[in-house]
């Protein structure tokens, strides 16, 4: 615990259990619980000014009566520092912004000085600190940038958000005495401390740009980012700003879960919360141990490895990767469950397996008969799962077994193979010549063909109004007429432009005269961009430019799918319905009519955002996701613990005008639109507004 020493000040915490905070002057605003802790972390506006006018903030330190294990260990602790914000230590520095004094005192913990006019402050460490010696200081250089202890009375302010914090929820054995625990602090900065700093400094996005490893056999060239031994306590937050990077639990035996969303808690390792991914982050890739554990993905394309043990991995959006090394990592007795595997879009990665076991490529195979390399795809009516089984080396009891909650085809699967389709071209390139020449009744003479093509176009040239029709392809592609529905639940009744699967690869070109038409892509989960503009191409299903509205055509919906869409309107009055997914919308001329079907098709913490709306001409229908949540909506100045609770606030700090929809009466938003445009309560259809008596 720290001592805030040579320091008097007068604490202001702001205490709010809504979403959204609303003053009576008008000043109104959304923050959720990072910006409330981040913001009782600076609320003293502590800060190292920049004294010498250099451009940049300077610290230099010094050490008196420290050992060379702790001048390193807190060698490491500023690093960890500089990692986020843009301050540079330097020790026994000159024409620095501000000197710290770092020494020993007697006792465990520690006390440390805010910045102050006078350019001097302390950092005292426990001479009995022990283990948690680096996490002491990363604490005690905290207060000396500026920050200080959260507000305890905030959600999320304890010791696996902040760093900063005095509530201890993490433990760690005390090395000086057996049998016996200390409260334990972070090994980094963690995501609440990441957000005050850079409310305070600028961020650091020079950091860690390249494929960065984080756990075991890591590449971070950081103490505090690497894992050796099954024994470690890791207790990190993960700065990072580039590259393919991976989370690397493989040395541990418990069961763990790993999260790579941003903002968002890992249990490694046997410490539940032990390891968060600061918000804005991504992180790509994530590696289990020999436990049970649970992977969960983000929106991007993930790689999750789960090791040996009963895995259950969900790869959320993007094309993910599901990676198997060896048979263990899923046997018949510890079988894998993928979650939220589609077809077409994700892919099962056997290639490690297969080359070890001498496979060049499974065959697949009704029932195993105990040959080597054999695969089967099938459904398990007992376990409602779909089940992949591959023999590696004719004994079923070492078989790999794969259960699915969706279907798995062999596209899906990733060998080391060289793949098949490069020689079919080779055959399809020998027929082409073979028709061109017809008069096999002359086939010594080779020459003779040639001039036979020859007066071919001298009876062709006589009727020139033959190849005019030709090239009017108009016939071919008939205008359909009516209410068109192109996509998934078409009504064309033609299979070019018909999708029932998330598999399919749609790729085809819309010609409609009239009617009320829709593209509906509502079955994919990948992200696309769909326009509705005539002329223009959208790539939807994970190809690109692969659908084509022509210049005379007039679409009037869109709906999209599961991932973070793109939508864009037209001049006509349209119907955009982006799903799932954190997804962009654009009206472009018209009225327009966002609609809303499901409570998650624009939740809290994965938003929709509209970039054009116009209030008075634009609506937002939420009648559907009303009557699907069974909640009646109803407009209010501030949430009041009642589901359907709706409110419109605008927050200056973003500039966006947000809807937020408490449909649980937790006081808490749970549905969430923004909108770079002001949006009225009267622009919002199924919300009921009380009338006041007002003429």
């Not at 009516?381 to 969706?406: F, M, T, W, Y």
């Not at 009320?516 to 509705?532: A, H, K, P, V, W």
């Not at 955002?609 to 009557?627: A, C, N, P, Q, V």
Request: proline share 7%; with cysteine; glycine share 10%.
């Amino acid at each position: 615990m720290s001592i805030i020493c040579k320091h008097s000040q007068t604490s202001r915490w702001i205490h709010a259990t809504p979403e959204f905070l609303s003053s009576p002057t008008g000043d109104t605003r959304i923050s959720d619980h990072s910006d409330k802790v981040a913001e009782s972390l600076t609320s003293s506006n502590h800060k190292i000014k920049d004294r010498n006018g250099d451009g940049q903030t300077t610290i230099s330190y010094a050490f008196t009566e420290f050992s060379e294990v702790k001048k390193r260990a807190f060698r490491q602790a500023l690093r960890s520092w500089e990692d986020i914000v843009k301050v540079k230590f330097v020790e026994n520095g000159k024409d620095a912004d501000t000197h710290l004094s770092v020494k020993e005192v007697p006792g465990g913990g520690g006390n440390a000085s805010f910045p102050n006019v006078y350019g001097s402050q302390e950092i005292n460490i426990g001479k009995n600190e022990g283990a948690g010696l680096h996490a002491a200081m990363v604490h005690e250089i905290g207060h000396t940038l500026g920050l200080e202890h959260p507000d305890l009375n905030l959600p999320e302010s304890s010791d696996v958000y902040s760093t900063m914090s005095n509530s201890f929820t993490m433990f760690r054995p005390n090395a000086n005495k057996k049998n016996s625990i200390l409260s334990d602090s972070s090994q980094t900065p963690l995501m609440h401390d990441i957000a005050g700093a850079h409310r305070i400094y600028e961020p650091n996005h020079e950091t860690r740009k390249g494929d960065t490893i984080y756990g075991f056999n890591s590449n971070s060239e950081r103490d505090h980012y690497t894992l050796s031994s099954a024994n470690d306590l890791p207790f990190f937050c993960v700065w990072d700003n580039g590259g393919d990077d991976t989370l690397d639990f493989s040395g541990f035996k418990q069961n763990q879960k790993i999260n790579l969303n941003a903002g968002s808690h890992s249990n490694v390792g046997g410490r539940n919360n032990s390891v968060s991914i600061a918000k804005g982050v991504v992180v790509e890739n994530a590696i289990g141990g020999s436990g049970h554990d649970e992977l969960i993905g983000n929106q991007v394309n993930n790689k999750l490895t789960g090791g040996a043990g009963s895995d259950t991995l969900i790869g959320g959006g993007g094309a993910d990767t599901f990676v198997y090394n060896q048979a263990s990592d899923s046997s018949p007795a510890n079988p894998d469950i993928l979650e939220d595997f589609t077809s077409g879009v994700d892919k099962i990665d056997l290639s490690k397996i297969l080359k070890e076991a001498g496979i060049e490529r499974p065959t697949l195979v009704n029932a195993l008969t105990g040959r080597k390399g054999e695969l089967t795809l099938s459904y398990d009516e007992d376990a409602k799962r779909h089940k992949l089984v591959l023999d590696v080396n004719g004994k079923l009891d070492s078989a790999l077994l794969i259960l699915s909650k969706r279907p798995i085809k062999l596209d899906d699967i990733l060998t080391h193979a060289d793949p098949k389709p490069e020689p079919k071209p080779e055959p399809e390139s020998q027929p082409r010549p073979k028709p061109k020449p017809e008069p096999e009744s002359e086939p010594k003479p080779t020459p003779k063909p040639k001039p036979e093509s020859e007066p071919k176009p001298k009876p062709e040239s006589e009727p020139k109004p033959k190849p005019e029709p030709t090239p009017t392809p108009a016939p071919c592609f008939k205008p359909d007429t009516g209410d068109t529905v192109y996509g998934f639940n078409a009504n064309t009744g033609r299979p070019s432009t018909t999708l029932t699967s998330a598999c399919d690869k749609p790729h085809f070109n819309v010609y409609d005269s009239e009617g009320n038409d829709t593209l509906d892509f509502s079955g994919f989960y990948q992200d696309q961009r769909i326009d509705l503009t005539p002329g223009t191409r959208s790539s939807v299903g994970g190809l690109q430019d692969n659908v084509f509205i022509s210049q005379a055509t007039l679409i009037e919906n869109a709906i999209g799918g599961k991932g973070n869409d793109r939508i864009s309107g037209n001049r006509a009055d349209n119907v955009l319905i982006g799903g799932a997914g954190a997804d962009h919308l654009t009206g472009n001329g018209g009225f327009n009519t966002f609609s809303y079907q499901l409570a998650c098709d624009s939740p809290r913490d994965n938003a929709d955002l509209l970039l054009d709306f116009t209030t008075g001409k634009d609506k937002i229908d939420l009648r559907k996701m009303s009557e699907n949540a069974q909640v009646r909506l109803n407009y209010v100045n501030e949430y009041g613990n009642r589901p359907g609770d709706t409110i419109i606030v605008h927050n200056p700090i973003t500039n966006r005008y947000l809807l937020g929809i408490d449909l649980t009466g937790d006081g808490k938003t749970d549905f969430l639109i923004k909108s770079t445009r002001p949006i009225s309560c009267e622009d919002v259809l199924g919300l009921n507004i009380r009338d006041d008596g007002y003429l």
